[in-house]
């Protein structure tokens, strides 16, 4: 009994000491980024089994043995923290989002996979990249934050779609833009109005989109990662993730910002005084050669065409500045709220958002309202349900044409251009106040010219009374049923909407502008876009040993549907009643609309993975598109990866200590692209009519059953790798994209009895090039980080063939002048070459103008010659020479497509204190500053103070020729010239914020969880000897023939912005 006892009484001991060694800690773990709790953290003992995890509330308690000295933290998408346990035995844990993790989630096609394991080719950017940003849709956000992506934005008119382009330009005549995937459901992009050439009021389904609400943008960029896409991947995929519930209390998020937008690098132009001197002495030389002098008459008095001076009401010379009434600084306000929570079961994400944007041209403005609902519901181990409900309505208003949006450019009438051209020494207003007009044009005052003409509209006048409006009404929705019959199966199926409808509302009043020689004018335009999707899927997970499968299979249903009608009223009855419901003298007949395409595929996936170490993937899709004659299509991709770490060899060797991850990786597929084919391309179509009364069908154009996709045979090469933990992680890849069956409109032969041209799969071109991507965090410490994105991609295109006979594709601007169009595709060079006549200086002994012809001979030319003589002369003899033009003389020029082009993202963070800088650059490229021959041309319309160092005397050395008053040839605007093609390659400081968060010390005493408030500028700086306004422009708008072309494109817009973040 007595030993009993003794051992009884050291067991107790034993027990009373290993008690007193046991540790209790508590504590709270949030997020660094907006303060909130962070419940499933996961809290482990380094080095021995154990831990526990976070609640709801990010309130954790565990016991640590003695034997524990240290505890690791880590939750999916945050940096992973080693604390060593100290005297203190209250924690708060603050956790720092983690872009470089190997770990992350990436979204893929129809499901998700660890980064760890994509053997194909994608980058990643967060929601929170792009949030609290003047932009209006998430293209715009993506500049320069993912290798091989290439985003323009093609001019300051708010909402314009920008050119968004992955891995070059994949087509001539169809989109290259990529597919864009919301939650799951292919949804609309490009211009949802598609009436350009009417309305001035940019329209992009995308902004329906509040950045806000965006949790994440994955980019899928080769065969491997696209191919389950099938016949729309050619372009790449951008899958778009909205933000989820997450388990926890209900949390409140509010943002805002304001801010100021004006433009910037406005072209230097002639004041009144420097204008009516130069143009003065363009009319006396002009005259001065000319056979007979011609003059008018004016009070009876016979002289020479003169442009005067006019005193305005303050009694000094009237010297306007144009700009001024056309650009103005925009204020524009943004505000967001969410509210987001839920149970282990039931999650939910609510957001409403409001956008109040002014634009820099006047009577410019986009307006959205935006909803999102998403709710995600466990009800049971077997059942899921869940959805989304979206909904936006966005306002794009213009008082008038800008110039700058496709369609627009080249005519004559847009703001951008008349406030380039518009003389000076005129006003837009008469001394009494009222609107100084002329017939169609402003008034001259004492300008004496030949039609009375010093510029084109008052468009301060039109700017008043004038408007070019567009309303969106747009609903993405889906819904969800899964089933998990076994732990390793699960059966899925969605179906989703997404519905535009898009009413256009123009008024042209009578008094001037483009409704004067009407009356007035109106038009109502409406147009109805219906999408649905039914996907179903079967996807299985299995694992055997260290043998993981997943397997996916699909069907998938898709129809699209577009019906509208357009009214066009001329002859308005009532100034007062200006809408299309007024009454008007002529009512011409309405127009209707009406397309329609169906969609039918079956897909599959198999990803394999060994121990972690080695990976195959392959997809596979057949689709049938009804807009095609052949219909049926099969595309596949397969990939293949190796992470070098996990081999015994890397294990044992020093490399272990410097790589945490090292994989190489490698895919190859076939995928298609159908994006912008007419749904009734392949068929053949009749005109209907009327002749002498009886009904008349006349052939119009030629159909082709044999018309089928484009198709893209892609090569990637790539490794990743990881270094310190992964932080710092690489990704190197080297791409070839073989593209053929390019869908071109091939002329034929009018013995062919067919229209003049037919839709043929008939060329073939490539692009190749390599990508580099670096992601680190050089310093973490727990005052002071610096996290360090760069990205840079190269990239070359070049066509091989187009179809037979066919030696070249002029792009056609649709301007009336030649002068215009710039660019042609022909093989051996990149798409949309820059074609141009070639110069060689001015005379010095005569100031005109030297060209090149074909033959390099130069010919110099004069606008006014005696009766008899000719225009063109060759400069070495004086004799005649052939007129240049540019389908005889014009050469291949220089590459419109950047060669290179990436970005450079850096924030630093000390305390509460943030600064970030982002640069992006694009280099290797030329631009055709077409805007450059008009700020040049002779007539009355206005120039670039350049033109002061013009030729004026024999021997003078200057590459302005002699000021002859008419002359729109020595300058480009009939024939496109070298002169106004400039370098445009860039680096532009994009976006620089600066922020302050308030400690948790402050807010403790408030009901607030997180306070930031922050200063931001956008496009603060630039760096390029390119003269125009700014080279990252588009004036074709997402034409990709059309490229590097800048004709009165008005300015991008530099923004300054202030706001704040709040949650509770």
């Not at 490009?190 to 950045?211: H, M």
């Not at 198709?711 to 593209?739: C, H, M, P, Q, W």
């Amino acid at each position: 009994m007595k030993k009993i006892l003794t051992i009884f009484f050291v067991m107790m001991l034993c027990a009373n000491f290993a008690i007193a060694q046991e540790r209790t800690i508590t504590g709270t773990v949030t997020a660094k980024e907006d303060n909130l709790p962070l419940p499933g953290v996961t809290i482990r003992f380094k080095g021995a089994k154990g831990g526990t995890q976070t609640k709801a509330d990010g309130k954790f308690s565990v016991k640590v043995p003695a034997t524990v000295t240290t505890l690791e933290i880590s939750s999916l998408g945050f940096i992973t923290q080693e604390r060593i346990i100290g005297k203190s035995s209250v924690w708060n844990i603050v956790m720092e989002n983690s872009a470089q993790t190997l770990s992350d989630v990436v979204v893929v096609g129809y499901g998700t996979q660890k980064r760890g394991e994509i053997t194909g080719s994608s980058s990643s950017v967060t929601g929170a990249a792009i949030a609290q940003k003047p932009i209006q849709s998430l293209e715009a956000g993506l500049a320069g934050r993912a290798s091989g992506v290439q985003i323009t934005v093609p001019s300051g008119v708010l909402n314009s779609p920008p050119v968004f382009r992955i891995r070059g330009t994949n087509s001539i005549s169809l989109s290259s833009q990529p597919l864009f995937v919301i939650d799951g459901i292919v949804a609309t992009s490009g211009d949802a109005s598609n009436v350009a050439s009417l309305t001035a009021a940019a329209t992009n389904p995308l902004a329906s989109i509040n950045p806000n609400d965006i949790e994440s943008i994955d980019i899928a960029k080769d065969a491997a990662s696209t191919a389950i896409y099938g016949s729309r991947a050619a372009n790449g995929v951008v899958f778009v993730t909205t933000k989820k519930g997450k388990t926890g209390v209900p949390r409140i998020n509010y943002d805002n910002w304001v801010g100021w937008s004006s433009p910037y690098r406005l072209p230097k132009l002639l004041d009144a005084f420097q204008y009516t001197d130069y143009k003065n002495e363009a009319v006396a030389n002009a005259n001065s050669i000319r056979a007979g002098s011609v003059n008018i008459i004016v009070n009876g008095v016979s002289r020479l065409p003169k442009f005067a001076l006019t005193n305005g009401p303050d009694g000094q010379p009237i010297n306007t500045r144009w700009y001024d009434y056309a650009y103005h600084t925009g204020f524009s306000q943004n505000h967001n709220a969410n509210i987001s929570g839920g149970t282990e079961n039931t999650k939910y994400y609510m957001g409403a958002g409001y956008s109040d944007q002014q634009g820099i041209y006047i009577k410019n403005s986009f307006k959205r309202l935006n909803a999102l609902f998403n709710i995600d519901s466990k009800i049971n181990d077997y059942l899921s349900i869940g959805g989304k409900l979206a909904y936006s309505n966005e306002r794009n208003l213009a008082g008038i044409n800008s110039g700058s949006n496709y369609g627009d450019a080249y005519g004559t009438s847009g703001v951008a251009r008349t406030a380039l051209v518009n003389a000076p020494n005129v006003s837009p207003y008469n001394n009494d106040g009222s609107f100084n007009l002329g017939a169609t044009f402003v008034g001259p005052m004492n300008n004496v010219v030949s039609g009375n003409q010093v510029g084109f509209y008052n468009f301060a006048q039109v700017l008043s009374k004038n408007r070019e409006n567009n309303e969106t009404d747009h609903i993405q929705s889906n819904a969800y049923i899964q089933l998990n019959p076994f732990k390793w199966l699960s059966l899925r199926s969605v179906y989703g909407i997404d519905n535009i409808n898009s009413d256009n509302d123009i008024f042209y009043n009578p008094v001037h502008g483009p409704g004067q020689g009407l009356n007035g004018q109106a038009f109502g335009i409406f147009r109805k876009r219906k999408n649905w999707v039914w996907t179903n899927t079967a996807q299985a997970n299995l694992t055997t040993g260290k043998h993981n499968f997943n397997a996916l299979l699909g069907q998938e249903q898709q129809r699209n549907t577009v019906t509208g009608y357009g009214i066009d009223r001329q002859g308005l009855a009532d100034p007062d009643y200006n809408v299309v419901q007024a009454g008007f003298t002529l009512n011409n007949a309405s127009s209707m609309i009406y397309g329609e395409n169906y969609l039918l595929s079956y897909f599959g996936r198999l990803n394999y993975n060994f121990d972690g170490k080695y990976f195959l993937s392959g997809n596979l899709r057949q689709d049938e598109y009804s807009a095609l004659g052949q219909k049926k299509g099969t595309f596949w991709g397969v990939s293949a990866g190796w992470e070098i770490t996990k081999e015994e060899f890397w294990k044992n060797s020093s490399l272990e200590n410097i790589f945490s991850s090292f994989k190489l990786r490698g895919s190859y597929g076939k995928v298609g692209n159908i994006g912008g084919i007419d749904d009734y391309a392949t068929l053949t179509t009749f005109t209907s009519g009327l002749y002498g009364g009886a009904a008349t069908s006349i052939y119009n154009a030629a159909g082709n059953t044999q018309l089928k996709w484009e198709t893209s045979k892609k090569t990637d090469i790539g490794f990743n790798f990881g270094i310190l933990k992964n932080r710092l992680t690489a990704e190197v890849a080297y791409y070839k994209n073989n593209i053929d069956g390019l869908i071109i409109n091939v002329p034929q032969a009018p013995s062919a009895g067919v229209p003049t041209s037919i839709l043929l799969n008939a060329g073939t071109m490539y692009n190749k090039g390599f990508e580099f991507s670096l992601n680190a965090t050089p310093v973490q410490t727990a005052a002071f980080s610096w996290t360090s994105n760069f990205n840079i991609s190269f990239n070359k295109n070049e066509i091989t063939s187009l179809a037979p006979g066919l030696k070249e594709i002029i792009f056609a601007t649709g301007s009336t002048s030649t002068g215009e169009n710039v660019n042609r595709t022909a093989p051996g060079y990149s798409i949309g070459y820059l074609y141009v006549v070639k110069t060689a200086g001015v005379d010095q002994a005569t100031g005109n103008r030297i060209f090149l012809n074909a033959a390099g001979r130069k010919v110099t030319y004069q606008h006014i010659v005696p009766t008899g003589q000719s225009n063109w002369k060759y400069l070495d003899n004086g004799t005649t020479a052939p007129a240049i033009t540019q389908s005889a003389d014009a050469v291949m020029y220089k590459n419109s497509s950047p060669k290179v082009y990436g970005g450079f993202d850096n924030t630093f963070r000390y305390k509460g204190f943030d600064l970030n800088v982002m640069l992006t650059y694009q280099l290797g490229f030329y631009v055709s500053y077409g805007t450059n021959a008009g700020l040049h041309d002779q007539r009355y319309w206005n120039n670039a103070v350049d033109v002061l160092n013009r030729w004026q005397k024999q021997g003078d050395i200057t590459d302005f020729p002699r000021a002859v008053y008419g002359d729109n040839v020595s300058y480009g605007n009939t024939i496109p010239l070298d002169i106004n093609v400039f370098k445009a390659d860039f680096v532009k400081l994009k976006n620089l914020s600066f922020g302050y968060t308030f400690p948790k010390s402050i807010l403790e005493k408030t009901k607030l969880n997180n306070l930031r408030v922050f200063v931001a500028g956008q496009n603060l700086a630039i760096i390029t000897k390119y003269p125009g306004p700014d080279p990252e422009v588009a004036s074709n708008g997402l034409n990709p023939g059309g490229q590097g072309s800048d004709r009165n494109s008005g300015p991008n817009s530099r923004t300054y912005t202030m706001g704040l973040s709040v949650s509770f």
